[in-house]
Each structure stands twice: as structure tokens, then as C-alpha cells.
């Protein structure tokens, strides 16, 4: 049977749950035409999907890419879940003999790969949780829509590091069940805002975030005011304790450009000093000095 845009876009929102999409990585349309055996336009409807629902971004020059949440997604994405899951725990009805069996396979599927060595089926079941509580809980519409959100919070705990214990959250999960199968909601609902909140408390995001971070370092001073070179600092020195004027005297300056046999132009009078005086060293000399003839 061939396959559909919908069956390529779950299982690239499946791949995201089990940790084996990084924040970040790239979706090439013909790659994924060719694994999956299908045209080009099939794939673009899928990733067209997945980018309404916030899983993938594209670029027009760089192509489809799965999202890199900033920080703020992070936030609001964990409040829609808190707002999402309470709600549902609150108005939810007596679970029935067939949603307790459902639930109860899924913490045994939990609990076997928390034992085990398969990172990405631990991953995608931790995460499979709350769509299957949400079913289980019958309404349908929220699960497909907690299936997203948690695909996003995966890849928040993904590029923020996330430290949160994968058999603290399997006992957690064990926990909720178990308030829920008492008939106890407003237990479960206290158990599932812990368990988000500290999901969300494991992150390791900065304690205060600078939107201008990258570009305030990019652009401070290469080199510091202080580690000026000692020729310039000694020039500064100069020009403020009143020595301008004769660095000004007794540095060369350019021949002036003339016409030939046009006058020189007119001098001020010199100062009482060396270099007023002739070349000769005789203060009687009426030869006119200037300092275009020390050059």
C-alpha cells in the first residue's frame, strides 16, 4: 500500500518522541522522497503539516528543518500542557475496566524499557503517556493535540538538557494511575501538575536570558582601552599637558606645492629659540628662516 503524508508526518513526530530528531535537523525533501518510496509533493504535504502543528520549520533557502524551541517556546509549551492535562483530569469520569487495562499495559511497556537499554523506546513511551491517559480519558481531539505538545517538550528536554530521571517519571506516571483508579482526581490532578512541574524544573535554562547575548559579544572592544600601545599613550600624555604645540613645531612638515616662481607665503614672527635662527647660528642674519627649510 502506498504511503500517505499523514503516515510520513507521524512517524517523523514518532522519531522526535524517541529522541532520534535533534533539535535542528535537517529534513531534505528528496532524502525523505526516497526512503519512503514516494514523490516529492507527498513529502512537502507532510512537512507542510508538521510545520502548522510546530514540529518543523522552513527556510527558503535552506530547506525544512525540525525547530529548536527558544525558551519562551519552552514556557508556554509547558503551560499549555499543565492547562491541557489538569483540565482533563478535572472534568474526567470514573475510569472504566477497559481504560485501567490500557493504562496499566502501557506502565508495563514503561517499567520494561526503563529496565532496558533501548533509549529512544523509553523516550517515546514516557512521552506516549499523557496522549494515551487523554484517550483513555476519552477525548480524542486533546490527545492528538498533547501528542504535539509533547513532541515540543521532548525536543525542549532535548536541546536544554533536560536531568530529569526517566524511573522517576515511570513512578510518577505509576502514581497518577493509581489516584484515578481510586476515583480520586483531585489527587491525580495534584500528581500530574507536580509531575509537569518538575519535568519543567529539570531543564537547564539560563537563570536570565540576553536576547542580545551573541551580538554584544561579537562586538565588544577587541582590545581593551587600557592595553593601548605605549606610543599612543604617550602622545594622549603630550597633547594634555600643554607639549602639542611643539610636537606640532618640531614635527616634519610636507613641502607645500607651488607654482613655479610663485612667493612663499608670508611668515609669522619667530620665537626666541634655536630653530628661529639662521643656519649659520649668527641672530644678525636677515635671511628669512622658515620651516619648510629644515626639510
Known sequence: MAISSTDISERI?????????????????????????????????????????????????RGWYVVEPSQEDAREAFEARRVIEL???????PLGKPALQSLRAHLAREKAAVRGSDVGARSFLLGDFHVCLAECLGNHLLADT???????????????QSSHDAAQ????????????????????EALMSEHIGTVQGHLRLPAHA?????????????????????????????????????????APVPRAK????????PLAPAAASPSSSSPSGNDDDPSPTYLGALL
Open 146 to 160: 498533547l501528542r504535539d505538545f509533547t513532541a515540543r517538550t521532548t525536543l525542549i528536554a532535548m536541546l536544554y
Open 13 to 61: 513526530i514518532e522519531a522526535v518522541m524517541a529522541q532520534k530528531l535533534a533539535p535542528g535537523a535537517r529534513l531534505g525533501e528528496q532524502q525523505l522522497a526516497m526512503l519512503f518510496d514516494c514523490s516529492r509533493t507527498i513529502v512537502r504535504e507532510a512537512l507542510t503539516r508538521l510545520s502548522v502543528r510546530g514540529i518543523v520549520t522552513v527556510s527558503a533557502r
Open 258 to 265: 607651488r607654482r613655479p616662481g610663485a612667493l612663499s607665503p
Open 210 to 250: 540576553d536576547p542580545l547575548a551573541q551580538l554584544r559579544g561579537a562586538l565588544a572592544p577587541v582590545v581593551p582601552k587600557s592595553a593601548a600601545r605605549p606610543r599612543a599613550r604617550a602622545q594622549a600624555q603630550a597633547l594634555h599637558s600643554g607639549e602639542a604645540g611643539i610636537a606640532a613645531v618640531t
Open 169 to 188: 517519571s515511570c513512578e510518577d506516571h505509576v502514581r497518577i494511575v493509581a489516584a484515578l483508579e481510586a476515583g480520586d482526581t483531585a489527587r491525580a
Open 87 to 93: 483540565g482533563l483530569i478535572r472534568g474526567a469520569k
